[in-house]
Nanobody, 124 residues
């Protein structure tokens, strides 16, 4: 059973940085595409970034150039480095695993697994 646990959220001012982490367990980590999506109150799920087993990455247009996704396969850990944060980045951020990266970044559709989320709040 896939188990994903996010950490690293917090409150920052606009222009600040945060790094989110996601510890994965219960499955063969490299067999899935891993990624992040976010959801702000009253809004639909929005894909943020994904990284495939071959290391290829994809990003939502809204975060390109500001966010970087990476993973440490030895530690079964996924990261999201966020720079130049904006108030509109405020949301609950979820780690996700799916056979298809497109499902994570583009949606919609059910994901194979996701964590409990970590809250990111960016103040202006």
């Amino acid at each position: 059973q896939v188990h994903l646990v996010e950490s690293g959220g917090g409150s920052v001012q606009a222009g600040g940085s945060l790094r989110l982490s996601c510890a994965a367990s219960g499955y063969t980590y490299s067999s899935y595409c891993m990624g992040w999506f976010r959801q702000a109150p009253g809004k639909e799920r929005e894909g943020v970034a994904a990284i495939d087993s071959d290391g290829s990455t994809s990003y939502a247009d809204s975060v390109k150039g500001r966010f970087t996704i990476s993973q440490d396969n030895a530690k079964n850990t996924l990261y999201l480095q966020m720079y130049t944060l904006k108030p509109e980045d405020t949301a609950m951020y979820y780690c996700a695993a799916d056979l298809h990266c497109a499902t994570i970044v583009l949606g919609p559709g059910a994901l194979d697994a996701w964590g409990q989320g970590t809250l990111v709040t960016v103040s202006s």
